[in-house]
């Protein structure tokens, strides 16, 4: 049996399911699911992150948060969560950084989701001697003041796919021919969801809808608005998405989305425009939406970057494209967008504008 044959069943009995299901089936089956059954990150796996490219990347994150914290009286007892921690390098690095801020990582309960029992493995080692905890789902976080990160994190959770059609919807459900998974396209509909839609867009264009990105940044800002702290969201994405952004990515390469269910990454394009008004609704402020390298220049990676070489000479190149690749507009610094969602009367962390 592999995931292709458990979809495809699945398929012959229900009909053609939404990307979202697909998508779904595919990252987090518990047998057959990418993220269940691997490490991706890295050069060996299918993709890098930027805490994979450099220690700059959580270290300065880290020291944000920390004076995000300090902003707001520094609370005695907070919880510092990372959404999707993948090996535990950013939540590492942010910590060391952040113990140079007295009472700060003292006062953190460190609190890891993660979907993925092999990524959990990995992150109980690099981030041992600081006993993070582990939860399922970001509405389990503890009821106290709420600093936390999440990279990389809501490009993977499942989208649906909609064409515009005449004056409503079709939405774009994966089938059969044979034995071939593809995608098709299901009978118009009005979307409620997508009625600020169809101000900007044409029938025949692709719009993305992630359900659970509006329902966990909601959670997540009704707790910031009750207790205090904030979130800081990096993803690639734009305001508004357009298009059909679902990418699948194995061993650094592109690849079709429908042909190895299970084996290559899937992600789609972060909708900022959803995150925000789903922390308005539960009272919190956000900030700009900020291009990456915007953002970690004002933080000061170039001056770090500049100490880390006086400390290394011999690692001067490493360090001068590992700052290029995280802030360089044509590498990660502009497709990679930051967005902070505070409570409405504090300011946005250190780096972003209301
Ligand atoms: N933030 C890390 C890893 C990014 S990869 C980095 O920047 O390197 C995506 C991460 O999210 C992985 O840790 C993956 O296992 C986790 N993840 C994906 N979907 C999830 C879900 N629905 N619930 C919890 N964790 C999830």
Known sequence: MSLHDIIAARIRQDGPISMADYMADCLLHPTYGYYATRDPLGAAGDFITAP????????????????????????????LAELGPGRGTLMADALRAASRVPGFVEAARIVLVEASPVLRDIQRSTLAGFAPEWIDTPDALPDLPLYLIANEFFDALPVRQFERGQTGWHELRVGLEGDRLLRGRAGEAPQPALDHRLDDTQPGD????????????????????????????????????????????????????????????????????????????????????T????????LGITQRAQSLVRARPDQADTIAAAHRRLTHPEEMGNLFKVIAIQPETATPPPGLMP
């Open 291 to 298: 291009p990456q390298g915007v953002f970690l220049e004002r």
């Open 206 to 289: 692709i719009v993305e809808l992630c359900p659970q990105a509006a329902r966990i940044t909601e959670s997540l800002s009704t707790r910031i608005a009750a207790q205090g702290g904030a979130a800081l969201i990096l993803d690639y994405g734009d305001w508004r998405s357009l298009g059909d952004t679902v990418q699948a990515l194995r061993a650094h390469a592109p690849v079709d989305a429908f042909d190895t269910p299970g084996q290559a990454d899937l992600t789609a394009h972060v909708d900022f425009e959803s995150l925000a008004q789903a922390s308005r609704r539960a009272g919190c402020s956000h900030s700009r939406v």
């Open 52 to 79: 994979e490219i450099s220690q700059m990347f959580g270290e300065l994150i880290g020291l944000a948060l920390a004076q995000t914290w300090l902003d707001q009286g520094a609370p005695s007892r907070f919880t």
